[in-house]
């Protein structure tokens, strides 16, 4: 088992593995930090995450990016067809 296997399935993830996860640099994921857009607690100096929470961050973005889909297109009804 290599080391990294165990902090992909820890529930608790700490700022490189979450950099590493959203495959964006430290320096952008303390920023967003400070703006309040990704949920983080600290333990003493270092901050920590819940990879739960992580994870519906993304789940919860990529719904926001998906088109809503109109009334029309959930319900497509066959038009009646003669047979002369």
């Known amino acids: 088992m290599k080391p990294d296997d165990d902090a992909m399935t820890s529930p608790i993830m700490t700022t490189p593995e979450v ?6 640099h430290y320096s952008t994921l ?3 930090i400070r703006q309040g857009r990704i949920p983080a ?4 100096a270092d901050y920590r995450f819940k ?3 992580i994870e519906k961050l993304l789940t919860d973005r990529e ?3 998906r088109p809503p889909k ?5 319900f497509v009804q066959d038009s ?3 047979s002369e």
């Open 80 to 82: 009646p067809t003669s």
């Open 70 to 74: 109109s009334a029309s297109s959930a």
């Open 63 to 65: 719904e926001k990016r």
């Open 41 to 44: 607690f600290k333990i003493g």
């Open 51 to 53: 990879r739960d929470a």
């Open 30 to 32: 303390y920023k967003l």
């Open 19 to 24: 950099a590493r996860y959203l495959r964006i």
